[in-house]
C-alpha cells in the first residue's frame, strides 16, 4: 500500500504562490497516476489536478487551470501542485491522492489512496 503526507500549505494573499508536496512511500510509486482534490467545509472535494506516471499526461479542473501546475518527481517519490495567482475562492483542504492506473482521472472514487490533507488559506 502507498502511504501519502502532504506539506506546503499555509496562509497566503491573493495573488501570491504557493508550493504543495505529496511525499509517496514504496517503490512502486512512480506506476501510480497521482491527483489533487480540495474541499471545504460542507461543500464537495473538487477535482484540482492528476498527472500519469511518467508526467507526459496531465489534466486539471477548470477553476485552475493556467495558475495551477501539477508535476512529480519520482526519484524523490514526491507529487508537487504549484499554485501561482492564488484567490480567496482557492481556500480549502487539499489532498493527494494515487491509484495504480494507466491513466488519469478526475475522479474522486478512482483513486485507492488518500493523504490526510493540507490547509492552504488565501486572504484578500
Known amino acids: 500500500q502507498v502511504q501519502l503526507v502532504e506539506s506546503g500549505g499555509g496562509l497566503v494573499q491573493a495573488g501570491d504562490s504557493l508550493r504543495l508536496s505529496c511525499a509517496a512511500s514504496?517503490?512502486?510509486?512512480?506506476?501510480?497516476?497521482m491527483g489533487w482534490f480540495r474541499q471545504t467545509p460542507g461543500k464537495e472535494r473538487e477535482f484540482v489536478a492528476s498527472i500519469n506516471w511518467s508526467g507526459s499526461n496531465t489534466v486539471y479542473g477548470d477553476s485552475v487551470k493556467g495558475r495551477f501546475t501539477i508535476s512529480r518527481d519520482n526519484a524523490k517519490n514526491t507529487v508537487y501542485l504549484q499554485m501561482n495567482s492564488l484567490k480567496p475562492e482557492d481556500t480549502a483542504v487539499y489532498y493527494c491522492a494515487a491509484d495504480p492506473s494507466l491513466t488519469i482521472s478526475r475522479r474522486e472514487r478512482e483513486y485507492s489512496y488518500w493523504g490526510q490533507g493540507t490547509q492552504v488559506t488565501v486572504s484578500s
Open positions: 514504496g517503490r512502486t510509486f512512480s506506476r501510480y497516476i
